[in-house]
């Protein structure tokens, strides 16, 4: 299968560094700064479950696109989804899967949009991790899966393709057939914990220690009411988890979000 992983951001870079070295045929579409970043130094990976380094990673800019791809994985933020779908454009071709592993559902529509509804999957990762100063991936805890699948939940043809693909792979993979599903409920956590841990500048840990586990829980209860609204409950295992996640005294986790607006 030959991937084509929009940049190299923490999520690509991790997930693209991974399938690498799986053995896979990955090509990083990447902006000036990055290509020549990863041109001098590498693609380098820290990480609790191994750390990695890749001497020569194959990366181009997207004028030098060699497509069609079988599979163009999309990581970036959702304020660059406009730029990055113009960018990989020339990389789709008629047998080419989009898989975007973005926070939230409406990037489903404007990927549809722009390329049709049938070229989209449903996808969503759990992985903490940021880029340093030097540019190296930093994986912060063991969490690193990706979870796929059929906005349907038909278990088609390029779904077994793409589960044997990843069998190979060393991050945790699941094809599912109720994707739309366990993105809404990765939505609701997400959601709930970038809301407290930016508002309170603190993570989450901090917020339940300083007696504010009741702003989370808020937060969560609005965030499963939307998702309820729009047909998707978050399922009574998956509320329970994502409860004990926000109100959980020990925990370091501060939302991707914040880090964002600490680096202004």
């Known amino acids: 299968m030959r991937w084509l992983v929009v940049g190299a951001g923490a999520l690509g870079g991790y997930f693209g560094g991974r399938l690498i070295q799986a053995g896979q045929d990955v090509t990083f579409l990447l902006r000036p700064h990055r290509l020549a970043q990863i041109r001098a130094t590498g693609l380098n990976i820290k990480s609790p479950r191994g750390d990695a380094h890749i001497a020569t990673p194959v990366g181009v800019l997207a004028e030098n696109i060699g497509g069609p791809y079988d599979m163009v994985m999309v ?22 899967s989009i898989l975007p592993l973005l926070n939230g559902l409406s990037h489903i529509d404007r990927l549809s949009e722009y390329f ?27 969490w690193h899966s990706l979870t796929y699948g059929e906005l349907d939940g038909t278990r088609s043809e390029r ?60 937060i969560l209860d609005e965030c499963a009411a939307i998702a309820s609204a729009n047909g998707h409950a978050p399922r009574p295992d998956a509320r329970e988890r994502i409860q004990t996640f926000v109100t959980a005294a020990s925990s370091t986790m501060t939302a991707s979000m914040l880090k964002d607006m600490e680096r202004h």
């Open 75 to 96: 990581g970036c933020k959702a304020y660059d989804l406009r730029q990055a779908m113009a960018e990989f454009a020339p990389a789709v071709g008629p047998n080419t």
């Open 116 to 142: 049709g509804a049938t070229r989209v999957l449903g996808g969503l990762c759990m992985i903490s991790a940021a880029l340093d100063a030097k540019g190296t991936v930093q994986h912060f805890n063991k």
């Open 159 to 218: 779904v077994r393709a793409l589960e044997a693909a990843l069998k190979s792979a060393t991050f945790d993979s699941r094809a599912s057939d109720i994707i739309v599903q366990e993105m809404w409920e990765k939505w609701v956590l997400i959601a709930a914990v970038g809301g407290a841990t930016c508002l309170m500048r603190a993570a989450v840990g901090d917020i339940v220690k300083a007696g504010a586990a009741d702003l989370a829980t808020g």
